[in-house]
């Protein structure tokens, strides 16, 4: 049975007076998108790791995000206690079910792992990359990270490894190609929290989405 997606490829090459794609001439588009040539890469983001993980941070606050580096995922619990006692929320958490998360012991934290609930006021993701050059973190969608979870709690925490910062746009979707055979339904690249300027063109804070942002970065 033919996919909604495949169902308007269809229509579309049938439009255009084409036929589906033999063989061959998927393998010929398949090395030609391979083969493709790099666009421009700005300099300031050809860096070591030590200076990549400088601008990653550096970029990441310029956009009022807080950056917390840690040693460990195991970390996670002490360092999240007083960003909820900071915004007077009790130790409630919705979690992204990625199992990454797996083996964390939460203690005395109430703990929704799943699509975050209207009444969720801190929620925890895992980013797929950070970008340097921007501060900018990558979220894919799917089972194990709903993106509700990157647009409702007002208070947004992401893990991120350190090993997972690259310097440019290029090296991240780069990064999507190599580890998966197929693109997810959405991809956000969040810079900083929710903001807008239309009203008045005074800087508000949780227009759109969450008003806090907090990047925990982990070391291992």
Do not use: C
Request: without cysteine; charged residues 25%.
């Amino acid at each position: 049975m033919m996919t909604s997606k495949e169902a308007i490829l269809s229509r579309i090459r049938q439009s255009k007076g084409r036929q589906a794609l033999d063989a061959a001439r998927r393998l010929d588009v398949e090395k030609r998108i391979a083969e493709r040539k790099p666009f421009l890469v700005p300099a300031r983001a050809q860096l070591g790791v030590e200076e990549l993980r400088t601008l990653f941070i550096a970029k990441a606050e310029e956009v009022s995000a807080r950056v917390l580096v840690l040693r460990s995922k195991s970390d996670m619990p002490a360092a999240i206690r007083p960003l909820l006692d900071e915004s007077g929320l009790a130790y409630r958490l919705a979690v992204s079910p990625d199992p990454w998360f797996d083996g964390i012991d939460w203690n005395e934290f109430e703990i929704h792992k799943g699509t975050p609930r209207p009444d969720d006021m801190a929620g925890l993701a895992h980013a797929r990359a950070g970008i340097a050059e921007t501060g900018t973190l990558m979220l894919s969608s799917g089972a194990a990270s709903p993106t509700l979870m990157n647009f409702m709690p007002d208070l947004h925490i992401v893990a991120l490894s350190e090993s997972r910062i690259l310097g440019t746009y290029e090296d991240a979707w780069d990064m999507q190609r190599r580890e998966s055979n197929a693109m997810p339904r959405a991809i956000n690249l969040i810079t900083g929290p929710s903001r807008t300027g239309d009203i008045e063109q005074t800087i508000l804070l949780g227009a759109h989405g969450p008003r806090r942002l907090v990047i925990l970065l982990i070391e291992d």
